[in-house]
């Protein structure tokens, strides 16, 4: 569904990312891994068509993306979850999420059904349609970013670090969500500096080191691999 290959990022003379390749399956969760700095944000913001790579390629659906806008990228059924959020503030919750229907919802199409999982799957966004997206909990910011990301229809989903900045017992629950969009068979490729976290909900994972692919396998192989646990679990 996602493929990536030998793609190199830089900014001016830094270079972000060099030569990274993966693929993701769909219906598959992989789990791209490391530390502050490693480049993992820099790949998502690449594959969404925020940053422009200086070489590689991005396919979606066996159909290369490049050069196309962040907007097309969407309306392709690409959508990313950015790092902080990045919801409207002066949007209610309903309107936040209203908002993502834009590149399918055409002729007064319904959007109930959309809505209805949503709020399934986060009853706190139901009780807090009317409030204000300033006015939410960093944890109910993180579950209205994921449900806008669901109301574009996405075929793929980019999430960049949904645990950052939570409190454990939300992060947990954050998690046991996604955990069910998975299930729904959403295909995703989920940033998270937690790697226990991110490999109980992922199949597979890559972990990049300054810009390269220096390990990928299993998820039960990664977690007991002792360069992860060193590197991203303490030794």
Known sequence: MLQVEGLSVSYGPVTALDGVSLAVSKGECVALLGSNGAGKTTLLRTISGL????LGSVSLD????DGMSPENRVRKGLCHVPERRRIFPGLTVLENLEVATAPWRRFGASIATDLDRVFELFPRLRERRPQYGWSLSGGEQ???????ALMSRPSVLLL???S???APLLAEEVYARLSE?????????????????????ASRGYVLEHGHVVLAGASTDLITNPRVREAYLGA
């Open 142 to 148: 993180q579950m209205l970013a994921i449900g806008r």
């Open 160 to 162: 960049d670090e949904p």
């Open 51 to 54: 940053v422009k790579a200086r």
């Open 62 to 65: 066996g159909k290369a993306i």
């Open 181 to 201: 969009i998975s299930a729904m068979g959403v295909t995703m490729l989920l940033v998270e500096q937690n790697t226990a976290m991110a490999l109980s909900v």
């Open 164 to 166: 950052l900045g939570l």
